[in-house]
């Protein structure tokens, strides 16, 4: 079973507030990787890193954004959530820098702006 | 803004009965495929991989089938059971990334 870990799992929150969610992987792993994924649809990258230091965006525009300093932390920052920003956010994490390999994914954080 | 797209294609089988869930790429360059499952509230959990230069692959109850003249992914499930029931997502990797599919809805009913 994957270590890789999400808070919070749910959050509701109002429109203008500031959120950050969280994500920790005890497996060592260099790459991590957000995700979005509205309901019953398909996974859109939205940031990934390669290591401590390296952040980069993904395929999918997003007003979040991340940071990497320490290898087991990549949490996801939201400075104004509006009602768009409503979904599920995965988290993930892959041994291999050279190659992609297998991602561990978290449970994933569901979010709502109202 | 909200977003309108096309909800899960889904297949429907009986218990017992094999599923063939598939899948079309379109990058000829990539080399790595997954197939994850991913249950209702839940994260997606791998299942098999391939590279390129492989045509079939098989774990426990699972193959998959890569056709790169085609640019085709299958995943099959033999006997499917009702744990079985989620859905299931391809991915390929695109240079360093791995980008997903749409996915596929798989009910399984008695």
């Known amino acids: 079973e994957a270590d890789i870990y999400q808070t919070p799992r749910y959050l509701v929150i109002g429109t203008g507030k500031k959120i950050t969610l969280e994500c920790s992987q005890t497996m060592g792993h260099d790459k991590m990787y957000w995700y979005q994924q509205d309901p019953g649809m398909e996974l859109h990258l939205i940031h990934y890193s390669y290591g401590v230091n390296s952040t980069e965006k993904g395929d999918l525009s997003s007003e979040s954004t991340v940071s990497r300093i320490r290898t087991e932390h990549f949490p996801l920052t939201l400075e104004s959530a509006r009602p768009s920003h409503t979904s599920q956010y995965l988290c993930?994490?892959?041994?291999?820098?050279?190659?992609?390999?297998?991602?561990?994914f978290g449970e994933g954080s569901r979010l709502t702006v109202l | 803004g909200e977003s309108v797209g096309l909800h899960l294609p889904t297949l429907s089988v009986q218990e017992g009965d094999n599923s063939i869930i598939n899948c079309a790429y379109s990058?000829?360059?990539?080399?790595?495929f997954i197939w994850y499952k991913q249950e209702s509230g839940k994260g997606p959990q791998f299942i098999i991989d391939i590279r390129s230069n492989m045509d079939k692959r098989q774990g426990q109850r699972v193959t998959v089938l890569l056709n790169k003249t085609v640019k085709h992914l299958s995943l099959q499930i033999a006997a499917t059971q009702p744990g079985d029931s989620a859905v299931y997502f391809c991915a390929g990797t695109n240079t360093d990334k791995l980008i997903f599919g749409t996915g596929t809805r798989l009910q399984v009913f008695p």
């Open positions: 993930a994490s892959s041994e291999t820098t050279r190659d992609t390999g297998e991602l561990f």
């Open positions: 990058n000829s360059a990539s080399d790595y």
